[in-house]
C-alpha cells in the first residue's frame, strides 16, 4: 500500500503553492493528489472521518509533503497528523513523532500516543523534555497542529518557545519546512492567550519563529472562521472543532 501511494504522489506535489513572502496562500489546487492518503486502509476509520473538518488534503499540500521525505511531527497529541504523515511519505520515507515528556506524564493517553507510533514500521518516536526536542538531523519537514501555544504554558520556562524553534532549525535540512497550525488569538492578546485560552497571535508566532533564522513563505486562510470571537478557551464546547486556525509555512535558508 505505501509504494502505491508513493506512486500517486511522487511528482504531483508543485511549486503552485508558492507564494512572495508574507502574502496569503489561495486553496491548493493540487490537494487532489492526497486522496489516496486520506482513503489508506491502514489510517483507523476515526482519523478518515476527521480529515473532512480538518482539511487533511489542503494541509498536506500547503505543507509539500512528498513520498520518501523525513517528517517531523512536533508534539503529536493522539498521534492523527503521524499516522496521516506515514501515509503520505511511504515505505520509503520516515515520519520521527515528538511526544515531550511532559506531556506523557500529564496525560496516560498521551503516552499511549506515542507507544503507538513507535510500533509503526516508518515512525520513530521521541520522548525528551519540551525544552530540548532530540530532533535528528537532515528533516525535510516539522509541522505542528495547534500545539505552537503548548511551548507557552505557565509550567514552562519563558524561553522553551526560542529553544524548540532554534532545535528545529538546527534539525532541519537547508531549504527545509516548518509549517505551524495553531488557534487564532485576537490580536495583541499576549502570550497570556496561550495559557488562558489555548490560543496564540499570529504575530507572536511570526516574531519568534522569524528570529530563529526562518523566513516565512507562505501563511494560509484554509483553516479560518472568522465567526470565532476568539475568546473563548478552544477546548469550550460551544467553540470546539469550529476556531479559527492559521497556518504558516516558514523555510530554513539554503
Known amino acids: 500500500m505505501r509504494r502505491s501511494l508513493a506512486f500517486l504522489l511522487t511528482g504531483a506535489v508543485s511549486a503552485a503553492l508558492l507564494i512572495s513572502t508574507g502574502a496569503m496562500a489561495p486553496p491548493p489546487q493540487d490537494a487532489a493528489a492526497y486522496a489516496a492518503v486520506l ?8 482519523d478518515r472521518a476527521r480529515d473532512a473538518a480538518r482539511k487533511t488534503a ?16 512536533m508534539i503529536i497529541g493522539g498521534g492523527y497528523f503521524t499516522r496521516v504523515f506515514a501515509s503520505a511519505v511511504g515505505e520509503t520515507g520516515r515520519v520521527v513523532a515528538w511526544q515531550p515528556a511532559e506531556f506523557i506524564g500529564f496525560q496516560a493517553s498521551y503516552g499511549e500516543a506515542i507507544a503507538a507510533a513507535d510500533a509503526m514500521d516508518t515512525v520513530e518516536g521521541l520522548r525528551s523534555p519540551i525544552g530540548a526536542p532530540a530532533f535528528p538531523q537532515g528533516l525535510d519537514l516539522v509541522f505542528t497542529a495547534q500545539n505552537y501555544h503548548d511551548l507557552h504554558l505557565k509550567p514552562f520556562a519563558t524561553d522553551t518557545a526560542s529553544k524548540v524553534n ?7 535540512k537547508p531549504g527545509g519546512l516548518y509549517v505551524i497550525v495553531d488557534h487564532a488569538a485576537l490580536p495583541g492578546a499576549g502570550l497570556e492567550a496561550a495559557d488562558s485560552l489555548h490560543r496564540i497571535d499570529v504575530a507572536d508566532v511570526k516574531r519568534e519563529v ?3 533564522g526562518f523566513v516565512l513563505e507562505a501563511e494560509s486562510a484554509i483553516l479560518a472562521n472568522p465567526a470565532d470571537p476568539h475568546t473563548a478557551n478552544v477546548l469550550d464546547p460551544a467553540i470546539r472543532g469550529q476556531t479559527d486556525q492559521f497556518m504558516l509555512r516558514f523555510r530554513k535558508p539554503a
Open 39 to 46: 482513503t489508506d486502509p491502514d489510517r483507523p476509520e476515526t
Open 58 to 73: 489542503e494541509v498536506l499540500a500547503f505543507a509539500e509533503v512528498e513520498p520518501g521525505q523525513t517528517v517531523g511531527d
Open 166 to 172: 532554534a532545535a528545529v532549525f538546527a534539525a532541519l
Open 210 to 212: 522569524e528570529a530563529a
